[in-house]
Structures are given as structure tokens and as C-alpha cells.
């Protein structure tokens, strides 16, 4: 069993913690898997993807390197942001977290919330960074984005909980039935069930969460450079259009930008395994044009073909 190490620190005096799972094969010769390690990679999601809450990352990543993972504050266990801007106290548990485990540079995976996370990260201290993985990127959120999150947060501020995470989560993915997405219902449960299970912990992290994406919003300006950088996205996201996180791909020198298809904002649930495959061959500075990964095995009530496919590969189109 891989050595698994799990250590709380504090910011601003607020509590965080981050679990460290160590590499789980040996340094060899070059090839997959079992090729020369890398960095350790600290993954970074939203509010509801906690610090165990990757467990792809960790079969995929786990070959080749350290694999971190994080409760930053306003997430999972960890105690919540005070009101107002919070981009330096996220920024700086991270350098904490990255000092802590004594690493030089680090990889860095931010998904989503976490995207905004990593790229200030990044621009703020590019020498701590050894590559920059960025997926689900909220570059720009509309306006009708926003009136369906005020509508979620005024459920709940009436006591339905239900009808709270129902609209929470789906204004998180695509619903067009036009736009197929892979295991689209499945992970729409998924998400729905998260917010219901933050809400009955007591937790305040899964409406502070849209109450940030409303007030809070990250700054993508300013572009990056000396950072090697991926920026990836499902094809059918709403939250933000792919050709918007492609313009913000544009911003970062050198960077590459890929769509996966059948996938929407949630592409880390639909897509997970082809997700954690692409991350970990940026990396370990493998190819990525044309990466192809096998698609997942078929829900129980689906025909072969039926939503995404079965037993065939599924390209990961470059930019």
C-alpha cells in the first residue's frame, strides 16, 4: 500500500489540510508505466471535491509522482473563508502546502474554482510551478449563468434544500438533450447528492461556493509566461464556453488547448479517467495531440453505443 500522510496547517488563521499519497512505482526506464517520475502534482478542485475526492488522479498520477491533494479554507473539512476576496489566503495555503512537503517546484492541476486558484498561483510565483494543468476554466460567467445561481441561493435561504441542490447542479452542466454527454444523468446525481451531503454535514461550503462565483470573481488577466501550460475543456461546457477557455489558452505562452468530447463542465466526472490519462502524460512531458484513451465501460442499462460508446477510443482533439 502506497504511504498516505495527511497534515493540517493554518493560514490566516484559518485551518486547511492536504494529504500526501507517495509515488507507488519505482523510478525506471523510460516507457509507461514505471517511466522516470516527476514533480509531485497538488490537484486543486472546487468546494465539492475534497482532498479524497480524486481517486483517478491517484491511479493515474500515483505511477509517476507524489500526488497531492487538498481541503483548501472553503473546502471540505477545512474552516470557511471569511467574506470578501479571497485569491491571497488561497494563494498563500498553497505556498504552504508546497513548503511543507519541501519541494522545490511542484505540478500544478487546477479544475474549475481550483483552475482560478492555480493561475494565480502561477502568475504570482511562476518558479515554484513546473508545468500547469488547467481544466473547466471559469473565465467568464453570463449573466443568465448568475440569475440561475441567485435563484439556487434564494432556495436555500427559504429552507428547501432539495430544490437548492437541484438548481445548484444544474446550472452546472448541460442539460440540452441535443449535446450528448457522456453519462450525463449519472453525474447530474452525483452532483446533486454532493450538495445535499454538504448540506446535511452542516457544512457552508457548498453555498458559499456560489455565493464566491457570483461575488468573487478570479482574475484570468494578465496572461503567464515560463510556465509550460494545458488548458483543457469539455466540448459541451456551460459554465464557460470551450472557445472562451480557448481565448484564455491564448494568454498563457506556449501553452495547448484541447477539447474532450461527450463531456460538459463536469468532464472530471464523465471523462475521469481520460482526464487523469491527458494530465498525467503533460506531466511527464509525453505527447498529448492526439492522445487517445479507452472510453469507460457502459452503465448497466445502456446499450453498446449508447451514450459516449462502448469499446472504442476517444480522441482528445488538440487545439
Do not use: K
Amino acid at each position: 500500500m502506497p504511504e498516505e500522510i495527511i497534515r493540517s496547517l493554518s493560514v490566516h488563521g484559518l485551518r486547511y489540510h492536504y494529504r500526501l499519497l507517495r509515488r507507488t512505482e519505482p523510478a525506471g526506464p523510460a516507457g509507461w508505466p514505471g517511466g522516470p517520475g516527476t514533480e509531485p502534482v497538488l490537484v486543486l478542485g472546487g468546494a465539492l471535491q475534497g482532498m479524497f475526492g480524486w481517486p483517478q488522479m491517484d491511479d493515474h498520477l500515483g505511477q509517476v509522482a507524489d500526488v497531492v491533494t487538498a481541503d483548501l479554507p472553503g473546502m471540505g473539512t477545512a474552516d470557511p473563508l471569511p467574506p470578501g476576496p479571497s485569491a491571497a489566503v488561497l494563494r498563500a495555503a498553497v505556498t504552504g502546502i508546497v513548503d511543507d512537503i519541501g519541494a522545490p517546484r511542484i505540478n500544478l492541476f487546477g479544475f474549475s474554482y481550483g483552475a482560478a486558484i492555480a493561475f494565480g498561483c502561477a502568475r504570482h510565483d511562476p518558479g515554484r510551478i513546473a508545468r500547469l494543468a488547467l481544466g473547466g476554466v471559469p473565465v467568464h460567467i453570463g449573466e443568465a449563468q448568475r440569475e440561475h445561481w441567485r435563484r439556487a441561493t434564494r432556495r436555500l435561504a427559504e429552507g428547501d434544500e432539495e430544490g437548492f441542490a437541484v438548481l445548484a447542479a444544474d446550472g452546472l452542466m448541460c442539460l440540452d438533450p441535443d449535446r450528448p454527454v457522456y453519462r450525463r444523468e449519472l453525474a447530474r446525481r452525483y452532483v446533486r447528492r454532493s450538495f445535499l451531503h454538504a448540506l446535511s454535514d452542516g457544512s457552508p461550503h457548498a453555498a458559499d461556493s456560489l455565493h464566491r462565483a457570483l461575488g468573487d470573481r478570479p482574475d484570468f488577466s494578465g496572461g503567464l509566461s515560463g510556465v509550460p501550460a494545458l488548458v483543457f475543456a469539455g466540448e459541451h461546457d456551460t459554465v464557460t464556453a470551450p472557445e472562451r477557455q480557448r481565448e484564455f489558452a491564448g494568454t498563457i505562452e506556449g501553452s495547448r488547448f484541447l477539447t474532450l468530447p461527450e463531456s460538459d463542465h463536469w468532464v472530471v466526472l464523465e471523462r475521469s479517467d481520460e482526464v487523469a490519462a491527458l494530465v498525467t502524460r503533460f506531466f511527464t512531458d509525453r505527447p498529448v495531440d492526439g492522445a487517445t484513451a479507452p472510453a469507460p465501460a457502459p452503465l448497466p442499462h445502456q446499450a453498446p453505443g449508447e451514450g459516449g460508446g462502448v469499446r472504442r477510443t476517444v480522441p482528445v482533439r488538440g487545439a
